[in-house]
């Protein structure tokens, strides 16, 4: 049975910077948030680092390579070279499929070869938050998710204006078929509820504390007139946003009195930043995405004492930096509030984290040439699918209950259903790995293993278990549990025989195979306990 998720009230509400001890538990808490599957060299790594240094450092971006061809039915792109700017064949389907797994693909190798970055925990973060499909071109997802990997720690409101108009949003949304003529409310109902303001508690008929209904009318008014281009297309190597004054509405529109009845009059193609800029002046605006950053990195609880302190704050961090998103997190990964320990192991691991806390933690990366790697890669997709994420395909517009769905939030991802799948995947990585066409994944024991503190002795190696997976640490009872596994239940010194003898000659499966499999064991009793599901 997991954790129960319910914690004691924080000791410490403050934002102000944490000046307390930084040892490898305050170090494996940062990482566990904003990485997916710290190893343990990380942590130690960021011990020494220290903690300003440390986030500093992971508050950065780094590049990521588009994805490649691989399949024989891209029928465009040469094997080896990027699709991402080439035209369509005219039998799309084949073409379109062979793009979309190339997608799924590089979307989880980005996740295993990860930098020591926040990059991907935020990428995942805007997917869930504008929480747009596949379309039926590739390219246009693939922009979608530039836009965000861009973006991801860059200024909030040029964010929201750049995805307003993005292709891949203006089909999702059905923008790109609002106009003057057939106006369409879909993108501006979610501007206003899920993107933006947030929809509050409904006070009134039509109106929702923060917005009424008249503003999701005059707000779909501005969006009129954008359409999109070369979708699917044997000539342009590209979506794009075209915006078209005939189907625009041109008339003055009048927002609520929530938005101090501004008006906004015709102003063509940048009317819709008019809109945006309107309700950026609204402070609700900063406190919804600070909420949403706290669920994300801290915990789902917001109680009314929370809100009252670390969420104002942060929020006035916010606006005070003009929406920019790095200095709010950079407050709150730096704050006594975060590092308490009351906090730690109190968010239950979504799929995503699931499966590469399993892989990454324990340095393991298909090694093969990359069209076998992308098959490794393309199976992954679909199997953290099956445990409840499929990533570029959130169930619904409000992206993954188990990050609005009050009050269960991330113990969705641990029902009956998912728990069993969890246990029989962690299984299957961790004693026969994902096989595709004879290329195999799995856990990689013995470099796991030998990149620990003290690899020869069974105390120590189990605490280091502890330290990367367990956020929570393990009770002496468990430790001897998972020691007697590693053992084979032999006296500890049996084991630092067993090990140096592999280390003398570490190529002889006569030695190499049993530390394998003992250590292989361990950690297969070990992604069953409750302590594993949690970050």
């Not at 950065?60 to 390579?65: F, G, H, K, R, S």
């Not at 973060?125 to 991801?152: L, M």
């Not at 009424?212 to 009318?217: G, T």
């Not at 029902?415 to 790995?433: A, C, E, M, P, V």
């Amino acid at each position: 049975m997991l954790l129960e998720n319910e914690i004691e009230q924080p000791i410490s509400l403050s934002v102000a910077p944490y000046t307390g001890a930084w040892t490898k538990d305050e170090a494996a808490h940062l990482l566990r948030r904003t990485l997916f599957g710290p190893t343990f060299q990380q942590i130690q790594d960021t011990v020494a680092l220290g903690m300003n240094d440390s986030v500093n450092q992971l508050l950065t971006t780094v590049i990521t390579n588009p994805p490649l061809t691989t399949s024989p039915d891209e029928g465009i792109a040469a094997f080896g070279t990027t699709w991402v700017n080439s035209v369509y064949p005219a039998n799309t389907g084949p073409t379109e499929n062979a793009r979309r797994t190339s997608l799924a693909a590089w979307i989880m190798e980005r996740l295993n070869k990860a930098e020591y970055s926040i990059q991907e925990k935020m990428c995942l973060f805007w997917q869930n938050h504008f929480a747009a499909e596949f379309t039926f071109d590739s390219r246009a997802t693939f922009n979608y998710h530039e836009v965000i990997r861009t973006n991801c720690l860059g200024n909030f409101k040029q964010l929201v204006k750049d995805i307003s108009v993005d292709p891949c949003m203006l089909v999702f949304l059905s923008g790109a078929v609002n106009n003057q003529f057939s106006p369409n409310e879909n993108f501006a109902r979610e501007l206003l509820e899920l993107y933006t303001i947030g929809k509050g508690p409904q006070i009134g008929p039509g109106d929702y504390t923060n917005y009424k209904e008249l503003d999701i009318s005059e707000g779909a008014k501005v969006m009129t007139g954008w359409t999109v281009e070369g979708f699917l297309s044997e000539t342009e190597n590209t979506t794009s946003a075209v915006f078209n004054a005939v189907l625009h509405d041109t008339s003055t529109k009048t927002l609520s009195e929530h938005f101090n009845s501004a008006s906004i009059n015709d102003n063509g193609a940048t009317e819709y930043e008019d809109l945006i800029d309107i309700i950026f002046l609204e402070d609700e605006v900063a406190n919804f995405i600070c909420r949403k950053l706290y669920r994300w990195f801290v915990n789902y609880d917001l109680t009314p004492t929370v809100e009252s302190t670390v969420i104002v704050e942060l929020a006035d961090t916010f606006r005070t930096n003009n929406y920019e998103i790095l200095p709010v997190l950079e407050q709150l990964l730096k704050s006594e509030h975060f590092y308490d320990v009351s906090l730690r192991g109190t968010i239950i691991k979504n799929p995503i984290e699931h499966f590469y806390s399993i892989y990454n933690s324990t340095l393991s990366s298909p090694g093969y040439a990359f069209n076998e790697n992308y098959d490794l890669y393309a199976f992954a997709y679909q199997a953290v699918a099956l445990t409840g994420m499929s990533y570029a395909q959130p169930p619904s517009v409000g992206g993954w209950t188990a990050y609005y769905q009050s009050p269960a939030y991330s113990r969705l991802w641990a029902n009956s259903s998912f728990i069993k799948l969890r246990f029989d995947f962690s299984d299957f990585f961790t004693f026969l790995g994902i096989d595709v066409n004879g290329n195999n994944w799995k856990v990689n024991h013995i470099d796991f293993l030998d990149g620990l503190s003290n690899p020869s002795s069974a105390p120590d190696v189990i605490d280091d278990m502890a330290t990367v997976f367990c956020p929570k640490g393990l009770d002496a009872t468990k430790k001897l549990i998972l020691k007697s596994v590693l053992t084979n239940g032999l006296p500890d010194f049996e084991w630092t025989i067993q090990y140096n003898e592999y280390l003398a000659d570490p190529n002889n499966p006569t030695y190499r195979d049993p530390v394998e499999l003992r250590v292989s064991l361990t950690l297969g009793q070990l992604f069953k306990m409750p302590e594993f599901q949690t970050i």
